[in-house]
């Protein structure tokens, strides 16, 4: 079987993963050792026995926890380049990367250390990994639109450090209205837009991510399934969703990588990526997305370079370096 081999030596392009999902055990021990921060778990196996989830909330609350040793600049600069090696050694020319500043804030951190820290891997990124990375801002749904707007106000002196808004963290109850204002500013400002939308809420979150926040991707969206109408839409527009097969699997979005609908999507024409979402929490950082997912599947070669096509055509490279892609 030579699909492995394709899979892992494929360029290709990662659009969703969430920077701190990317903070693994080892990492996170030094990191509380340096900082003083006392751990609850006694090792390093003991903190990884604890990924079993049954939901997104099981795994949002254990993931806040790791996120409390990370207190300076030099330390969200250290998380990013472990992961850009990783990215890297996937064979990952570009990836953004997600973060979600009101975690932090709400530690006591200021936006400036989590940014800066970020933004500097980022910048290094081309010469110490090969590879180009930007950063895309995600608000906390279960916060309010306020919070969001504070969150959007402390971002704007760092504006040239960030390509795009997000929206994430507990979907159910948490619809995308709540945030239309705060979306609509972004948009004033010139932010690319995306927004997590139908992992585990219905289709209508995914018709007004679209509708009401004007989104250019949908994060996730595999809960389109279940409305053909939306199906169509998607196909249509050439709407991106940025699909993560591994945390589906973890978070029991689908009871086996056998029953995921990534390759029904893609054979409906939409225009499904590949991405590891929480590598560090869901078993496996982008090649291991992809080879689990087509050997659970029996996924073609065909339905490889579309992946790889489509995630660097719905990434927000500029047009200059896309040639470079293309
Ligand atoms: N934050 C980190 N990972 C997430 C996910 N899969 N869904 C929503 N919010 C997240
Ligand atoms: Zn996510």
Known sequence: DRM??????????????????????ELMFALAKRNSVPLRFPSE????????????????DIYHEGTMVLKTEQDFYDMTCAYLAKAQADNVLHTEIFFDTQTHTGHGLSAETVINGLYRACADAPAK?????????????????EEAFECLEQAL???????????????????????????????????????HAGEEA??????????????????????????????QRLAADKMPLTVCPLSNL????????????????????????VNSDDPAY??????????????????????????????????????SLRQKYA
């Open 129 to 145: 990994f090969g590879m180009t990375a930007s950063l895309i801002l995600c608000f906390l749904r279960h916060l309010s639109e």
């Open 250 to 273: 973890k978070l029991r979005v689908f009871p086996t990588l056998a029953q995921h609908n990534i390759g029904t999507m893609l054979d409906a024409g939409i225009m499904a990526t």
């Open 157 to 195: 002196p760092l504006r040239d450090k960030i390509v795009g808004i997000g929206l994430a963290s507990s979907e159910v109850g948490h619809p995308p209205e709540k945030f239309a204002k705060v979306y609509a500013r972004a948009r004033e400002l010139g932010f690319r837009l995306v927004a």
């Open 202 to 231: 219905p289709p209508a979150y995914i018709w007004s991510a679209l509708d009401v926040l004007k989104v250019e991707r949908i994060d996730h969206g595999v809960q389109a399934i279940h409305d053909a109408a939306l199906m």
């Open 4 to 25: 492995p081999a394709l899979l892992r030596a494929m360029p290709k392009a990662e659009l969703h993963m969430h920077i701190e999902g990317s903070l693994e055990p």
């Open 45 to 60: 196996q003991a903190l990884r026995d604890a990924y079993v989830f049954n939901n997104l909330q099981e795994f949002l």
């Open 282 to 319: 869901f078993g496996g950082y982008l090649n291991e997305n992809f080879t689990q997912t087509f050997a659970a599947l029996g996924l073609s070669a065909q339905h490889a370079y579309a992946l790889a096509r489509n995630s660097f055509d719905a990434s927000f490279i500029d047009a």
